[in-house]
């Protein structure tokens, strides 16, 4: 057993937390792909078995070397790809039950933890479930290892060692690179190699070492992977949240369970969580469906045609009419594309021209007419020929200029002819289907 072997298992057990901080572009990812593959190759036989899960991503060279229309987003065996905290519990069950609890630890690094564990948000969501999560770390046989360009930009419990004298938080160990440093101890040595090559670690309870980081198959990249070989993405920015997961509760659940029934307590939440997810789901799409239903009865009241709606809403005829005929709760008699619906539509948009007509007329034989209208005028819609009326706009500026001067003088009187349009005959533009939409979409009936 070697000296660097000996080390590696006394800082790489469950329940170790990591973290390296170090400028961007300065090797922090580099180092924890090339440890992380020399730990999943048992090249330290005294840590054990072990298996990553990080928000790192990593391509697959499926054809020759430089060639990106071959590359894929995929890991190597024992390398897992997560982006919320509710993938990695099954993993973890999955791992134990593979390699049994004593033989193997899962460790989950953590890429941009500043993006997820700011310093001012100590309180949110996901900082909350991290601070439990690394309470309990070590009964799932986990290690984290959290990078980040500056140990400042996190909160105490995620970037103090954990016998810190003023602060204590969860931290075992630390990696950090200062080329300066490393220069330093290069020369002091009198070694042949590039400071980029060293970072310093340091655990807790032990004086600081320095550790010569390879490059390996993993760090290279996509250009020079060759075929059937894997890298890092070295420069997608990672993420990671809590996802569709109440790990509160989780953290409940798991609370006073043996660690033999632990596995087994995993995959009842996870099938539970999954059930619930399901109800979810067909409850939200209960929900749409009968906001589409309504949104459709609303248009056919408003005079529209089934294909204009379909065009409009991006739906088909054939769903639409399903839809408002068994999930619409606007009224009980919704109307079928039948003859007499053909024959009410006819009528009604006869009704209109008359109407129009009607306006027309009062407007041009009265000139005087006070510019003042109701506020409720801009939810309405107004068919026009087809070429788009710029009379009458919904939202438009000016009726609510009008509607605030009529409520200062206390006049009830509208102004008819800004609210004219042209005489329908059954074209509508694109933007008018839009206004049609938007305003059945809104609350107001």
């Given at each position: 057993?070697?000296?660097?072997d000996?080390?590696?298992?006394?800082?790489f057990?469950?329940?170790a937390?990591?973290?390296?901080?170090g400028?961007k572009?300065?090797?922090k990812?580099?180092?924890?792909?090339?440890?992380?593959?020399?730990?999943?190759?048992d090249?330290?036989?005294?840590?054990?078995?072990?298996?990553?899960?990080?928000n790192?991503?990593m391509y697959h060279?499926?054809?020759?070397?430089?060639?990106?229309?071959?590359?894929?987003?995929?890991?190597p065996e024992n390398?897992?790809?997560?982006?919320t905290?509710?993938?990695?519990?099954p993993?973890?069950?999955d791992?134990?039950?593979?390699?049994?609890?004593?033989?193997?630890?899962?460790l989950l690094?953590?890429?941009?933890?500043?993006?997820?564990?700011l310093?001012d948000?100590?309180?949110?969501n996901?900082?909350v479930a991290m601070k439990?999560?690394?309470?309990?770390i070590?009964k799932f046989n986990?290690?984290?290892w959290?990078?980040?360009p500056?140990?400042?930009n996190?909160?105490?419990?995620f970037?103090n060692?954990?016998n810190d004298d003023?602060?204590?938080?969860?931290?075992?160990?630390?990696?950090?690179?200062?080329l300066?440093?490393?220069?330093?101890?290069?020369?002091?040595?009198?070694?042949e190699?590039?400071?980029k090559e060293l970072?310093?670690?340091?655990?807790?309870?032990?004086?600081?070492?320095f550790?010569?980081?390879?490059?390996?198959?993993?760090?290279?990249?996509?250009?020079?992977?060759e075929?059937?070989?894997?890298?890092?993405?070295h420069?997608?920015s990672?993420?990671?949240?809590v996802?569709?997961?109440?790990?509160l509760?989780?953290?409940?659940?798991?609370g006073?369970v043996s660690?033999?029934?632990a596995m087994?307590?995993?995959?009842?939440?996870?099938?539970e969580h999954?059930?619930?997810?399901?109800?979810?789901i067909?409850?939200?799409?209960n929900?749409?469906?009968?906001?589409?239903a309504?949104v459709t009865?609303r248009?056919?009241?408003?005079?529209?045609?089934?294909?204009?709606i379909?065009?409009?809403l991006d739906?088909?005829v054939?769903?639409?009419?399903?839809?408002?005929?068994?999930n619409?709760?606007?009224?009980e008699?919704?109307?079928?594309d039948?003859e007499?619906?053909?024959?009410?539509?006819?009528?009604k948009?006869?009704?209109i021209?008359?109407?129009?007509?009607s306006?027309?007329?009062?407007n041009n034989?009265?000139?005087k007419?006070?510019?003042?209208?109701?506020g409720?005028?801009?939810s309405?819609i107004?068919?026009?020929n087809?070429?788009?009326?710029?009379?009458?706009?919904?939202?438009?500026?000016?009726?609510k200029d009008?509607?605030?001067k009529?409520s200062?003088n206390?006049s009830?009187e509208?102004?008819?002819?800004?609210i004219?349009?042209?005489?329908?005959?059954?074209?509508?533009?694109?933007?008018e289907l839009?206004?049609?939409a938007?305003c059945?979409?809104s609350?107001?009936?």
């Amino acid at each position: 057993m070697t000296q660097i072997d000996d080390f590696m298992a006394h800082i790489f057990h469950p329940g170790a937390v990591h973290l390296t901080s170090g400028t961007k572009g300065g090797g922090k990812s580099h180092t924890a792909i090339a440890v992380a593959e020399q730990l999943v190759h048992d090249v330290y036989p005294s840590v054990g078995k072990v298996v990553v899960a990080t928000n790192i991503t990593m391509y697959h060279q499926c054809g020759d070397l430089g060639n990106e229309e071959t590359l894929i987003e995929d890991t190597p065996e024992n390398i897992h790809h997560i982006e919320t905290m509710e993938e990695l519990f099954p993993i973890v069950a999955d791992t134990i039950e593979k390699y049994g609890r004593e033989k193997v630890l899962i460790l989950l690094i953590l890429d941009e933890a500043q993006n997820f564990l700011l310093g001012d948000l100590n309180y949110g969501n996901l900082t909350v479930a991290m601070k439990e999560f690394m309470g309990i770390i070590r009964k799932f046989n986990m290690a984290v290892w959290f990078l980040t360009p500056s140990d400042r930009n996190i909160g105490p419990a995620f970037r103090n060692f954990m016998n810190d004298d003023n602060d204590p938080g969860n931290v075992t160990v630390k990696w950090r690179k200062d080329l300066a440093i490393n220069t330093k101890y290069i020369n002091a040595k009198k070694l042949e190699m590039d400071p980029k090559e060293l970072i310093a670690v340091k655990s807790y309870d032990m004086d600081p070492v320095f550790l010569r980081i390879p490059i390996t198959e993993w760090t290279k990249t996509w250009k020079t992977t060759e075929k059937d070989g894997y890298c890092y993405d070295h420069e997608s920015s990672a993420t990671f949240k809590v996802g569709n997961f109440d790990f509160l509760n989780f953290n409940d659940r798991m609370g006073g369970v043996s660690s033999i029934k632990a596995m087994s307590t995993i995959r009842a939440y996870y099938k539970e969580h999954e059930i619930a997810s399901e109800d979810k789901i067909n409850a939200m799409q209960n929900i749409e469906n009968e906001r589409v239903a309504n949104v459709t009865y609303r248009l056919r009241k408003l005079g529209l045609t089934w294909d204009a709606i379909s065009f409009a809403l991006d739906v088909p005829v054939t769903t639409l009419q399903r839809k408002m005929k068994n999930n619409c709760t606007i009224s009980e008699n919704n109307e079928d594309d039948d003859e007499n619906s053909i024959k009410n539509e006819t009528n009604k948009q006869k009704s209109i021209k008359k109407i129009n007509k009607s306006r027309l007329k009062k407007n041009n034989a009265s000139k005087k007419t006070n510019h003042q209208t109701r506020g409720g005028l801009a939810s309405n819609i107004y068919l026009s020929n087809g070429k788009g009326s710029k009379e009458c706009i919904l939202g438009d500026p000016r009726l609510k200029d009008d509607f605030e001067k009529s409520s200062e003088n206390g006049s009830n009187e509208i102004n008819e002819s800004r609210i004219d349009t042209s005489i329908p005959n059954g074209k509508y533009t694109f933007d008018e289907l839009n206004r049609a939409a938007d305003c059945c979409l809104s609350d107001s009936d």
